[in-house]
């Protein structure tokens, strides 16, 4: 772990109990004079760099030492819109196009979107955080979310479409919005509203899963 999301992080004196004492001393058995990194969730630009002064059975009281802004993010920063599928799939690559470094996804209640699925932001925000102190991100990943691919066009104009194609996905193409169809691919009426747009494939003569296809675009613009 890199550090750890505290919203006491920032303060003179840091007290740690339940979980991440027992992470902390029980797990990684930090002892007394070992230095440990949190961040703020509120600040996480600012990294907070801790000393144990004391451990006791059921909680630890650490010294700050410094704090400095240190942020971690990738440089280019893609933009995922995603037509909505099961949440549970999003959850399961969430923390993978973290680590890659995906700036936002933009969830887009597509045509063929179940409509019962609905995002759970603040769970998902969980797991970001989680992911976070693992890979060292300090910039956390935005949402949006759309009811229709007609009102998400409006707002976003320079998009690229991964879909059925003749024209593969260059590497050397490093586009800031690209657009995922949900499992079924795009209707007939959102292949109009796409016409205009580039569209692009990947390599392979497999079909991919749509959570495939978010972790295919993530590597290939990003890694």
Same mark, same amino acid.
């Given at each position: 772990?890199?550090?750890?999301?505290?919203?006491?992080?920032?303060?003179?004196?840091?007290?740690?109990?339940?979980?991440?004492?027992?992470?902390?001393?029980?797990?990684?058995?930090?002892?007394?004079?070992?230095?440990?990194?949190?961040?703020?969730?509120?600040?996480?630009?600012?990294?907070?760099?801790?000393?144990?002064?004391?451990?006791?059975?059921?909680?630890?009281?650490?010294?700050?030492?410094?704090?400095?802004?240190? $942020?971690?993010?990738?440089?280019?920063?893609?933009?995922?819109?995603?037509?909505?599928?099961?949440?549970?799939?999003?959850?399961?690559?969430?923390?993978?196009? *973290?680590?890659?470094?995906?700036?936002?996804? $933009?969830?887009?209640?597509?045509?063929?979107?179940?409509? *019962?699925?609905?995002?759970?932001?603040?769970?998902?925000?969980?797991?970001?955080?989680?992911?976070?102190?693992?890979?060292?991100?300090?910039?956390?990943?935005?949402?949006?979310?759309?009811? *229709?691919?007609? =009102?998400?066009?409006?707002?976003?104009?320079? $998009?690229?479409?991964?879909?059925?194609?003749?024209?593969?996905?260059?590497?050397?193409?490093?586009?800031?919005?690209?657009?995922?169809?949900?499992?079924?691919?795009?209707?007939?009426?959102?292949?109009?509203?796409?016409?205009?747009?580039?569209?692009?494939?990947? *390599?392979?003569?497999?079909?991919?899963? =749509?959570?495939?296809?978010?972790?295919? $675009?993530?590597?290939?613009?990003?890694?």
């Amino acid at each position: 772990m890199v550090f750890i999301f505290d919203e006491d992080a920032g303060k003179e004196k840091l007290r740690l109990k339940k979980e991440e004492f027992k992470y902390l001393i029980k797990v990684r058995r930090h002892q007394v004079g070992d230095e440990v990194a949190f961040r703020n969730p509120c600040e996480s630009h600012i990294l907070h760099t801790y000393k144990i002064e004391a451990i006791f059975p059921r909680e630890a009281h650490l010294q700050l030492l410094s704090s400095k802004e240190y $942020v971690v993010q990738h440089t280019h920063l893609l933009t995922l819109a995603w037509c909505v599928i099961d949440p549970k799939s999003i959850e399961k690559v969430l923390p993978t196009l *973290n680590e890659m470094g995906v700036a936002k996804i $933009v969830f887009i209640y597509c045509d063929r979107s179940q409509k *019962n699925f609905k995002i759970d932001q603040k769970r998902l925000h969980r797991l970001l955080e989680a992911s976070m102190q693992q890979c060292g991100r300090s910039v956390f990943m935005e949402f949006e979310s759309y009811p *229709n691919l007609e =009102s998400f066009l409006k707002d976003y104009k320079d $998009v690229v479409v991964l879909d059925f194609t003749t024209t593969p996905l260059d590497t050397k193409e490093r586009p800031k919005t690209v657009l995922l169809g949900c499992e079924g691919g795009f209707s007939k009426e959102e292949k109009e509203l796409l016409a205009h747009y580039k569209v692009r494939r990947f *390599n392979t003569p497999m079909i991919l899963r =749509s959570e495939s296809a978010a972790v295919g $675009v993530a590597a290939k613009i990003l890694l």
